[in-house]
């Protein structure tokens, strides 16, 4: 069965940064546009950043600048480069892989806080 396992997450302060991978199986990451969602307490869902297969990608206007999201075909890895981190950030990470107008697939989520 398809798994994305996101991993990566921890307590770090702000200004530090921090990276986070996703890995998955059925090569999700070469076929289907990918991303990374956060969800912090009490908010709705919302997209961190995208990857199309070929590498187009797109960033919320929150994170553009201090983010940067690559996959790495081979290992069938996604990864989230978090850099600046501010407590704003501080929420649960999903890894995402879709198949538009047919099915989305999910990891389990990440926690990341960033706390002084």
């Known amino acids: 069965q398809v798994q994305l396992v996101e991993s990566g997450g921890g307590l770090v302060q702000p200004g530090e940064s921090l990276r986070l991978s996703c890995a998955a199986s059925?090569?999700?990451?070469?076929?289907?546009?990918a991303g990374w969602f956060r969800q912090a307490p009490g908010k709705q869902r919302e997209l961190v950043a995208r990857?199309?297969?070929?590498?187009?990608?797109n960033y919320a206007d929150s994170v553009k600048g201090r983010f940067a999201i690559s996959t790495n075909s081979a290992k069938d890895t996604m990864y989230l480069q978090m850099n600046s981190l501010k407590p704003e950030d501080t929420a649960v990470y999903y890894c995402?892989?879709?198949?538009?107008?047919?099915?989305?697939?999910w990891g389990q989520g990440t926690q990341v806080t960033v706390s002084s």
């Open positions: 059925g090569s999700l990451f070469s076929i289907y546009t």
């Open positions: 990857i199309a297969k070929f590498g187009t990608t």
């Open positions: 995402n892989a879709n198949w538009t107008g047919v099915r989305d697939w």
